[in-house]
């Protein structure tokens, strides 16, 4: 079924359900979880929330970039680049016409994707405060 959100954006729900469900029983997001770092997916009414935990690194070491569909998270110590870590996810969707935003707390980053907002609609690095 496909909703319009508030600011007339159309998502295709039952597409977005299918993709959920296909992320989280993909092999490949287990192995990364465990060779890279663990990310979670999340949906509210107003936004989905990508969930990465990087406990072993400092909001200067993280950077996020959005393309089109797919939303890249990597992390780098600068004194330690064998530690590079990295996790790209593809949407259903293109997430570069969506308001993104980020926080870092307790090791924990949070992503949120807006559904209601509008972005700029380029390809774009997000801050991470």
Request: charged content about 25%.
């Amino acid at each position: 079924m496909k909703k319009k959100s508030p600011q007339n954006q159309t998502f295709d729900f039952a597409l977005v359900e299918k993709w959920l469900e296909s992320y989280f029983l993909d092999p490949l997001t287990s192995y990364y979880d465990q060779t890279q770092f663990q990310i979670d997916l999340f949906e509210t009414d107003q936004e989905w929330i990508v969930e990465a935990n990087l406990s072993d690194f400092k909001t200067s070491d993280i950077r996020i970039y959005i393309e089109y569909k797919k939303l890249t998270v990597s992390a780098r110590p600068p004194s330690r680049t064998h530690l590079k870590r990295s996790r790209s996810i593809e949407f259903p969707f293109n997430i570069t016409e969506q308001d993104i935003s980020a926080a870092f707390s307790n090791g924990i980053l949070e992503i949120f994707i807006s559904k209601t907002k509008k972005g700029s609609g380029k390809n774009r690095y997000i801050t991470v405060p």
